[in-house]
C-alpha cells in the first residue's frame, strides 16, 4: 500500500494561476523530497524539508512541512508552461537506505 | 556533464529473453538504487546497493537480479522477460540516502515485454 498519497492525481490550470499540490502520510516523515518529472524524462530534485514548519522556495516554487511533519505542500505562484510535468514527492524510512514515493501529480498549465 | 546515465533508452523483448540494464555514475555516490515506474503506481524501488559489492532487495525484486562490481556501476539483469515487467526503469545515486540535494537519476529505460 502506498504511504504517501498525493492529491490531485492531475491538475489543468491555466497559465498565471496559481496552484497547491499536497503530500500527506500516516506516518512522521524523516526527510521529504520534491521532485519534478518531465513528460518521457529522469526526475529533478527541487527541495527537501526536514524539520516541521519548515518552508523553502526555489524561484515561484514554495514547499511547506507542517509541524507534526506528516503533510507537506507543494505551491507555485503565477503558473507557466515550464512548470508543467509531474511531481512527486518521496520520503525517507527510518532506519532504511533509500526513499520511497507517492504515485505523483499530472500539472498541466494551458498558455 | 557529471550525472546518472542509463543504456539503453529503449528496449522491445520478447517474453522469456534476458536482459540486463546499465547504470553508470561519475559522482563517486556510494548509493545507487534501481525503480520502476509503473501509471498509477508511482516509483517502486527494486533493489539497492548501500556500496561497492554490495546489494539488497527493495520493495518489487522478485524477477530481478543485480550486480555492484564497480563503484560507478549498477547492472539489472532480468533472467527471462514477462510482460509484467514492461515498465520505465529508472536508476539513482547519491552519495546518503537522506542526502539533502535528494538522489541524482537517469533518464530511464523505457522496456516492453510482447
Known amino acids: 500500500s502506498q504511504e504517501l498519497e498525493q492529491s490531485p492525481q492531475s491538475l489543468i490550470v491555466q497559465e498565471g494561476k496559481n496552484l497547491t499540490i499536497n503530500c500527506t502520510s500516516s506516518k512522521t516523515l524523516y526527510g521529504l523530497y520534491w521532485y519534478k518529472q518531465k513528460y518521457g524524462e529522469g526526475l529533478i530534485f527541487l527541495m527537501m524539508?526536514?524539520?516541521?514548519?519548515e518552508e523553502k522556495s526555489h524561484e515561484k516554487i514554495t514547499a511547506k512541512l507542517d509541524e507534526k511533519k506528516q503533510q507537506s505542500s507543494l505551491h507555485i505562484t503565477a503558473s507557466q508552461p515550464s512548470h508543467a510535468g509531474i511531481y512527486l514527492c518521496g520520503a525517507g524510512r527510518t532506519g532504511a537506505n533509500n526513499l520511497f514515493f507517492g504515485t505523483g501529480t499530472r500539472l498541466t498549465v494551458i498558455p | 556533464n557529471a550525472g546518472v546515465t542509463q543504456t539503453p533508452k529503449f528496449r522491445v523483448l520478447k517474453t522469456g529473453q534476458s536482459m540486463t540494464l546499465l547504470c553508470a555514475q561519475d559522482m563517486n555516490h556510494e548509493y545507487m538504487y534501481w525503480y520502476r515506474q509503473d501509471p498509477g503506481m508511482g516509483l517502486r524501488l527494486i533493489h539497492y546497493s548501500v556500496g561497492e559489492g554490495t546489494t539488497a532487495k527493495g520493495e518489487v525484486p522478485d524477477g530481478y537480479n543485480v550486480s555492484r562490481l564497480k563503484k560507478q556501476n549498477f547492472l539489472l539483469g532480468l533472467e527471462s522477460a514477462a510482460p509484467s515487467q514492461t515498465s520505465v526503469y529508472f536508476c539513482?545515486?547519491?552519495?546518503?540516502?537522506?542526502?539533502?540535494?535528494?538522489?541524482?537519476f537517469g533518464s530511464g529505460t523505457r522496456l516492453t515485454v510482447v
Open positions: 524539508l526536514q524539520k516541521g514548519g
Open positions: 539513482a545515486s547519491s552519495y546518503s540516502p537522506e542526502a539533502n540535494y535528494g538522489y541524482t
